[in-house]
């Protein structure tokens, strides 16, 4: 089952168990009503109207440790949570960080005059786009060949006018972004194996408890 579906299964198993204790607590409560009133039996009443229930319930058996665990490994949104694993917290502020970063360096370069001057405007569209993970914006391809230092060429349109380039000035950051993420899918893989793991490790334990 998803990790989720395991998480929703044992806070069940965590009401069902509660369930039996507050029974178990009514059994005792009715007991002593009994005993006090010294008339249980000539009523027909029993001293424990719930047997089977609560050592059903009784029989369920949870880590805590573990519990806490897949409760808490996810926000909200059910994402696994920068709370509870501050890795992921670090790396996702890091990646966010440079994305603005970046957008906000090539709003600069489109503010400036040299750079509107070189824009392509054949296709009438955005004047910046993303190919292959890199922000590119559209250059007349006889003003790139005046200046080629001004960024990487990574696509061309079809008429050959325009040339989709990457200003040289987020390169840099961008590769760092391209690290950052990469850094972040491993340490997501990396929790997503604990948590696998840890379910494994409590797997008689949780079908015990669904067969409660």
């Given amino acids: 089952p998803e990790i989720l579906d395991v998480t929703t299964m044992l806070e069940i ?24 009133n010294g008339n249980g039996d000539d009523l027909g009443l029993q001293p424990k109207p719930f047997i089977e229930l609560p050592k059903l319930a009784s029989s369920i058996q949870i880590d805590p440790d573990f519990l806490s665990l897949l ?3 996810f926000d909200d949104e059910g994402k696994l949570s920068s709370t509870t694993f501050p890795s992921l917290g670090r790396l ?10 970046i957008l906000s360096t090539v709003d600069s370069i489109l503010s400036l005059s040299s ?14 786009m993303e190919i292959n993970g890199r922000l590119v914006i559209p ?8 200046n080629s230092m001004m960024g990487i060429v990574h696509d061309a349109s079809r008429s050959g006018k325009t040339a ?6 987020i390169v840099g950051p961008t590769n760092e972004l391209r690290q950052a993420e990469g850094e972040l899918r491993a340490e997501e893989a990396r929790v997503w194996r604990e948590l696998t793991e840890s379910i494994i490790r409590h797997r008689k334990e949780l079908e015990r408890n669904v067969k409660v």
């Fill in 13 to 36: 198993a965590v009401d069902v168990s509660d369930w039996g204790k507050a029974l178990e607590q009514y059994n005792e409560e009715m007991e002593d009503q009994n005993n006090s």
């Fill in 71 to 73: 409760t808490d490994a």
């Fill in 92 to 101: 996702r502020s890091k990646v966010r960080t440079l994305k603005r970063d």
């Fill in 115 to 128: 750079t509107k001057e070189r824009l392509a405007v054949e296709s009438g569209g955005a004047l910046t």
């Fill in 139 to 146: 250059i007349s391809q006889d003003k790139y060949s005046q």
């Fill in 164 to 169: 989709y380039v990457e200003p040289t000035e």
